[in-house]
């Protein structure tokens, strides 16, 4: 792989994975509601999950699924439902945190932090566009006459970096809405909108077709 072909990729990438999207709205609103520290295990969930669909799509998986409709169905419709019932929870407040710690980090018994990692990875699993992505965009860059293990390896540590980044701006912007959060009027609407946009989102993925 050449330094322009890689160069090409992580332009396109940085790009696209700076666009709104469910884990960045996942990520901006655990930071905002419980603190930058504690939204790091939401941002390992969900880079968990890309990383494993995207690895499963190089494996082949991409292909059983375009193969098999149903089954390309099913994981979509858990994907939709699973969005709107974040829009749900968010909408209504669900997930408003109790509390504070001594450094004055947002506290809520009920999301431990491996309920965080599993949230983010659910995220991270309930859009199918993801597959699509890897099995259209990823083999444009990859040169067929080179060993493509080691490509495909500088390519997924290139996503990986890209996403990490965007996770942590997104995360920063969530810590200072914090700050506003603690009235209940912004909150009010930052639950609405946020609620909004995970509905949105949900419906925006009914209309994927592979």
Avoid at 13 to 23: A, E, H, I
Wanted: proline share 6%; charged share 15%.
């Amino acid at each position: 792989m050449t330094f322009h072909t890689w160069w090409l990729f992580f332009s396109a990438v940085f790009l696209l994975c700076g666009t709104p999207g469910p884990n960045m709205l996942h990520v901006m609103t655990r930071s905002a509601r419980l603190g930058l520290r504690r939204s790091v295990a939401s941002m390992a969930g969900c880079l968990s999950a890309i990383l494993l669909v995207v690895t499963a799509s190089a494996a082949g998986l991409s292909a059983v699924l375009l193969a098999w409709p149903a089954l390309f169905e099913a994981i979509r419709y858990a994907g939709v439902a699973y969005l709107i019932h974040l829009g749900i929870r968010a909408w209504r407040g669900a997930d408003e945190p109790i509390g504070t710690d001594p450094s004055g980090l947002a506290i809520d018994p009920r999301l431990s932090v491996r309920r965080l990692v599993r949230d983010g990875f659910l995220i991270g699993l309930s859009n199918p566009k993801l597959l699509l992505f890897a099995t259209a965009f990823f083999p444009q860059f990859i040169d067929g006459a080179e060993p493509q293990g080691p490509q495909f390896a500088i390519l997924v540590a290139t996503f990986a970096g890209a996403e990490l980044f965007w996770y942590g701006v997104y995360a920063l912007g969530g810590q200072r809405l914090a700050a506003y959060l603690t009235r209940p009027g912004p909150k009010r609407l930052f639950d609405r909108v946020t609620g909004s946009l995970f509905v949105g989102f949900g419906a925006a993925l009914f209309g994927v077709r592979p």
